[in-house]
C-alpha cells in the first residue's frame, strides 16, 4: 500500500476498507488496516499527548510514527500527505525506550495543564507535608 484516502466519519466502522483512513474527531481516533498489507486493524487515539492529525488538500498526516509492536509484521511507517512513508524497524530496546518517552510527554502534557496552587495555598500545602498530613 502506497496511499492512504481521508475518510471523515462519527463511528469508525467495524469492516475497514484498505487504503483508507478513518478519522472521527467526535471520538478522537484514527484507524486503518496495516499498511503493510497484513489486514490487521491499526487505530490511534488523537489529541495533544497523543497522535496528532494535520489536513492538506484533503491528504492526513499523523504523527509520530505508527510502529505495530504488537502486531505479527512489526511495521513501521508514517503517514504523511495521505502517503506511507516506510521506516525502519525497531529492536525491543527501542520500542521500550519510545514508550518510556511518550509516557514522558503525556505526563508532562498533563502535568503542565494542573491548576497552579496561590500562594497561600502553597504555604498550606507544605505545613501538611511537614507534619505529615499529606504526600
Known sequence: MKHLALQ???YVPKQLESGILYVSR???VAAHLCACGCGNKVSVPLGPAEWTLSERNGRATLRPSIGNW???CRSH???TDGGIDWA??????QIAAGRQTEERRREAYYKAREPRLG?????WAALLK???LRK
Open 77 to 79: 511507517y508514517l503517514i
Open 130 to 132: 511537614f507534619f505529615g
Open 8 to 10: 471523515h466519519v462519527q
Open 26 to 28: 467526535e471520538f478522537a
Open 88 to 93: 525502519i524497524g525497531w529492536s525491543d530496546e
Open 70 to 72: 504488537q502486531l505479527p
Open 119 to 123: 500562594f497561600a495555598a502553597r504555604i
